[in-house]
């Protein structure tokens, strides 16, 4: 993954938002590079230690509309398409789910402002043939030493009515614990999430309670930019919408009883176009 783009994309982005804002402004803080270094560690281990191929020409892929195209001319056309200076691609075979067969993973950077990182994920079902099972977009996606995905919902929400570097901040005791992350396992050709817990959903709840006694700050227009307090309401109410069944009246529940603002039809509205974004280039 091309990690020195994405760094000097995010030191300028911050560069130029703090000098728009105020030193003492203490309702924002930004991304740190560390966090963004961690994520991409992780991630380049996977792909350092997996297994490659002497020659990708003769490793066919199904893609997921049935087109069969060879490993290289899938890299090349991936590399081509992002534009990048840099090649943003690589890939492995590693055995995801214990089950005596290499999963052909593939990780891809298209490019542009904050956005994107992208998984595609093949299964082998003959000799030097993979079939497309599984792809995640737009998540900055940490893989474990035990093959979790952790993906985090920051790209997807980095500019929910507010600017990408910016988020919520609170240096109080009380503060709201980050939560933008869920973890997924790879099994039979799946991805699947695991389950939220009773501490999960306790800490979901309880967040979104601190958040949702917060100020009133009123946008006046499409263009204004909160604290990044939106955002941290989404992402909450994103992670138990994957993390407990997927239920979105369940999940309007939820924002129905902590966002009691004025505009609460329009940041709803807004979370599910965007929600509704997710699940369309996701496969989880």
């Keep these: 993954m091309a990690i020195g783009r994405k760094l000097i994309t995010l030191f300028l982005a911050l560069t130029s938002f703090s000098a728009l804002k105020a030193?003492?402004?203490?309702?924002?803080?930004?991304?740190?590079?560390?966090?963004?270094?961690?994520?991409?560690d992780c991630t380049e281990r996977f792909f350092q230690e997996g297994e490659k191929t002497?020659?990708?020409?003769?490793?066919?892929?199904?893609?997921?509309?049935?087109?069969?195209?060879?490993?290289?001319?899938?890299?090349?056309?991936?590399e081509m398409d992002s534009g990048a200076i840099s090649s943003p691609v690589n890939y492995t075979f590693t055995d995801l789910d214990n089950d005596g067969k290499k999963e052909l993973v593939i990780s891809n950077y298209t490019?542009?402002?904050?956005?994107?990182?992208?998984?595609?994920?093949?299964?082998?079902?003959?000799?030097?043939?993979?079939?497309?099972?599984?792809?995640?977009?737009?998540?900055?996606?940490?893989?474990?030493?035990?093959?979790?995905?952790?993906?985090?919902?920051?790209?997807?929400f980095g500019y929910f009515f507010t600017c990408f570097a910016c988020a919520y901040a609170d240096s109080s005791d009380?503060?709201?614990?980050?939560?933008?992350?869920?973890?997924?396992?790879?099994?039979?050709?799946?991805?699947?999430?695991v389950p939220?817990?009773?501490?999960?959903?306790?800490?979901?709840?309880?967040?979104?309670?601190?958040l949702g006694e917060q100020p009133y700050e009123r946008l006046e227009d499409a263009s204004a930019q909160d604290n990044g307090l939106r955002k941290?309401?989404?992402?909450?109410?994103t992670v138990y919408y994957y993390?407990?069944?997927?239920?979105?009246?369940?999940?309007?529940?939820?924002?129905?009883?902590?966002y009691k603002f004025p505009d609460a039809k329009k940041v709803w509205i807004a979370f599910v176009?965007?929600?509704?974004?997710?699940?369309?280039?996701?496969?989880?």
């Design 54 to 78: 002497t020659n990708p020409g003769k490793i066919q892929l199904i893609t997921k509309t049935g087109k069969i195209v060879n490993l290289a001319n899938f890299l090349k056309k991936l």
């Design 174 to 193: 009380a503060a709201p614990v980050p939560v933008h992350t869920i973890i997924m396992k790879y099994n039979k050709g799946k991805l699947s999430v």
């Design 243 to 258: 993390s407990f069944g997927r239920s979105l009246p369940e999940t309007q529940k939820l924002f129905n009883k902590f």
């Design 23 to 40: 030193q003492e402004d203490t309702t924002l803080h930004y991304q740190k590079d560390s966090a963004v270094e961690t994520e991409q």
């Design 111 to 156: 490019g542009g402002a904050h956005c994107c990182d992208e998984l595609y994920f093949y299964k082998n079902i003959a000799p030097n043939t993979y079939q497309y099972t599984a792809k995640t977009f737009a998540g900055d996606v940490c893989i474990t030493n035990k093959n979790e995905f952790v993906y985090d919902f920051y790209q997807q």
């Design 196 to 210: 939220g817990d009773k501490e999960l959903s306790s800490t979901v709840n309880d967040n979104l309670g601190k």
């Design 273 to 284: 176009n965007q929600l509704g974004f997710i699940r369309k280039n996701n496969d989880f």
């Design 232 to 237: 941290e309401m989404a992402m909450n109410l």
